[in-house]
């Protein structure tokens, strides 16, 4: 998929208030500081379509952003920020949970793992809660090039082994890296047959 044209369209804070769902739609989420605006950057060959802070946790709303005028690519809050209150935590859990149970149609979710780490209880649950749910996902493990080449070949299939034994769920998945750019061309193709699919 070559992307031609991507903008933003608007924030929401639940559902209800995202655009009219009649574009195939793409969510990305993950924990916070897992690299989601500098992947959501490669993907889309943007700069500062999404905006990359220096503190975890910035992002509060549903952002819906318009690729190649027929896509949503959207980008969720951050969860499982250690520094945030409870209050926040809950906040961004309900902003989550609202859009997933409510939004209708979603083509594929996307959760971002960073390469280095080993299943954290927070993206298990989530992953057990998206299966429960029903809601297709596949991973995108982040940062590869923090990685050596062996590492990134051990790393993720590690990581589904143990996810495996932990939860009986195997999922596809993608390596990345916003960097090198490893990993983008495989997305997109993977989004591009989901929406002729």
């Not at 190649?68 to 959207?74: G, R």
């Not at 959760?111 to 998206?130: A, G, H, T, V």
């Not at 090198?180 to 997109?188: P, S, V």
Request: hydrophobic share 35%.
């Amino acid at each position: 998929m070559k992307i031609q044209s991507y903008s933003f369209v608007k924030s929401s804070s639940k559902a209800a208030e995202c655009p009219q769902n009649i574009y195939p739609e793409f969510a990305f989420i993950g924990r916070s500081n897992v690299g989601k605006s500098s992947l959501i950057n490669t993907l889309t060959g943007s700069k500062k379509l999404a905006k990359i802070s220096g503190t975890p946790g910035k992002t509060l709303l549903i952002n819906h952003f318009i690729i190649n005028n027929n896509w949503y690519l959207v980008d969720l809050p951050g969860f499982g920020y250690a520094k945030a209150s409870k209050k926040e935590k809950r906040k961004i859990e309900e902003i989550i949970s609202n859009y997933f149970y409510n939004r209708g149609h979603i083509n594929l979710t996307y959760l971002l793992i960073d390469s280095r780490l080993k299943p954290q209880n927070i993206d298990i649950e989530f992953m057990l809660w998206l299966n429960e749910n029903n809601l297709l996902f596949k991973l995108i493990f982040t940062k590869s090039d923090k990685l050596n080449k062996k590492e990134i070949e051990i790393n993720p299939e590690n990581y589904l082994l143990d996810l495996y034994e932990k939860t009986g769920i195997q999922p596809e998945y993608f390596i990345s890296s916003s960097k090198t750019k490893l990993g983008r061309e495989a997305i997109l193709k993977d989004i591009s047959s989901e929406i002729e699919n």
